[in-house]
């Protein structure tokens, strides 16, 4: 398959084998605590309780009630409660969105390059950590799986089946798509829901306009047992039309806006405004980490900024 000629309308391949150069200077997942050849090597810097039982102790003021151990208690007489250790190995989910309506971009890349590229970085820190790496690429109306393994290989074949799938949003627009298909968010929701062990870190990079119709009981579903980071992608474009006279098409639909009706841009802002407190709600209502990320950035940039502390997390 051949490369775009055109930077950030394509993803390059090999931009998603050297994203792997970057990996150390990203720290994703937080400094080295522990080695072994069957654990991950850290603490992980994002919200969750280990799960590795440890040892059955006398029951102490402050402990959590859910982790009484009633069979050991009714044998001794004494309250008793199972102690964990620190999370060792936290597999890492890459939960990424390569849809037609990620195939546009006004500045420096399209969303769906920017999607890909944040996948591959994340990929190559948590390898790069010892953890499995796994993921779903959903394009409109499908999803290819790639099961959590801790190896390199593992991870470059889910780097193909990604740029396997950018390079086709080419084509899309000569294809007729349902109308009535299904939002590709919830479907690979509903599959890795199937696939995915509790306890997993799970980065779900999407549209921005997925919010709309996203199935929140599902995400819910996820988030009560795994550590969801909510990347939802835009293009300046999709906050502010400039004043103008503008064509739309998805290859198949056409649609024209004039925006020199200053009534039409306030609308335009309004609804975009409308989602981004959408997503502030449910990262704070299913207690998720959320970092928007926007066209006109390097992915690099933005992921450093979010562990940096210089964008805002909305987990607790």
Request: charge should be positive; aromatic fraction near 6%.
């Amino acid at each position: 398959m051949q490369e775009s000629s055109a930077p950030g309308v394509l993803v390059s391949l090999t931009d998603l084998l050297e994203a792997r150069l970057h990996c150390r200077e990203l720290r994703l997942f937080g400094s080295p605590q522990r080695s072994g050849r069957q654990h991950g090597k850290q603490r992980a810097r994002l919200r969750g309780r280990g799960v590795d039982f440890d040892r059955v102790r006398i029951y102490q003021p402050g402990d959590d009630m859910r982790s009484i151990d009633w069979r050991v208690t009714a044998r001794t007489g004494a309250v008793h409660t199972k102690v964990f250790n620190e999370e060792r190995e936290r597999p890492v989910f890459v939960l990424c969105e390569q849809s037609s309506r990620l195939f546009f971009g006004s500045q420096l890349q399209f969303k769906s390059v920017l999607a890909a590229e944040c996948a591959a970085l994340i990929g190559w820190s948590a390898l790069a950590n010892n953890d499995r790496i796994g993921g779903l690429i959903v394009n409109d109306l499908q999803c290819r799986e790639s099961r959590p393994r801790r190896n390199r290989h593992a991870l470059i074949n889910l780097l193909r089946h990604l740029h396997q799938a950018n390079h086709q949003l080419s084509g899309v627009r000569e294809q007729t798509l349902p109308d009535q298909r299904p939002e590709p968010v919830n479907l690979a929701l509903r599959h890795a829901r199937e696939i995915l062990r509790p306890g997993s870190i799970v980065f779900i990079l999407c549209d921005h306009s997925a919010i709309h119709r996203l199935d929140q009981g599902q995400l819910a579903m996820l988030a009560a047992h795994n550590e969801i980071v909510l990347l939802p992608i835009s293009d300046p474009l999709d906050a502010e039309l400039p004043a103008g006279i503008w064509d739309f098409t998805d290859g198949v639909q056409q649609l024209q806006i004039d925006s020199r009706d200053a009534r039409v841009r306030y609308r335009y802002q309004a609804d975009y405004a409308t989602q981004q407190q959408q997503w502030q709600k449910l990262a704070s209502r299913i207690h998720a980490h959320l970092l928007p990320l926007i066209t006109g950035t390097p992915a690099l940039a933005q992921l450093s900024l979010w562990l940096n502390g210089q964008l805002p997390r909305h987990a607790p």
